[in-house]
């Protein structure tokens, strides 16, 4: 005996639809930064980066697995740029070209708002990009994990 459809899933098939559509606008899929079809952040990371830098592998090791995982991350998504390349169009710096490597450069709506130079080594690094995104505007929420007052009661928050 086969199974009447409109029996064993009575939404007509037409609302289903409906309500796929309504989902995935409500929940686009996640795109890389780099995506051309995906307009930029109005904040981004841009990391300078070569071959052979130890330093630059130092960072790939200790903070780009989580980098995208955090606030900072979700706030100025990563863009990596080897530093022999010619710089993109979209990109604008207001200090000289970066010679070092690793250089970090934070834009917002392309334009420079400030740079690390090098890698000082994981705490240092999140101090300095704590910094940087303060001064463009981004503060983390104290909800936010990682925050250094997430885990603590409201009543003990400064």
Request: net charge negative; proline share 13%.
């Amino acid at each position: 005996m086969t199974a009447d459809p409109m029996r064993i899933c009575p939404i007509p098939r037409r609302a289903m639809l409906a309500g796929v559509l309504v989902l995935g606008a409500a929940f686009p899929v996640a795109a890389d930064a780099t995506d051309p079809a995906r307009p930029a952040p109005a904040l981004q990371f841009v990391m300078f980066e070569r071959d052979g830098c130890i330093y630059c592998r130092r960072w790939n090791e200790e903070i780009a697995p989580a980098y995208p995982k955090t606030a900072e991350g979700a706030a100025a998504p990563l863009r990596r740029h080897d530093i022999t390349d010619p710089l993109p169009a979209d990109i604008t710096l207001t200090g000289r070209a970066p010679v070092f490597t690793p250089t970090f450069v934070l834009l917002r709506d392309g334009t420079e708002t400030g740079r690390i130079e090098g890698y000082p080594g994981d705490e240092f690094f999140w101090v300095l990009l704590a910094d940087l995104l303060a001064r463009a505007g981004w503060t983390a929420s104290p909800t936010t994990p990682g925050h250094p007052t997430a885990d603590r009661p409201p009543e003990e928050i400064p």
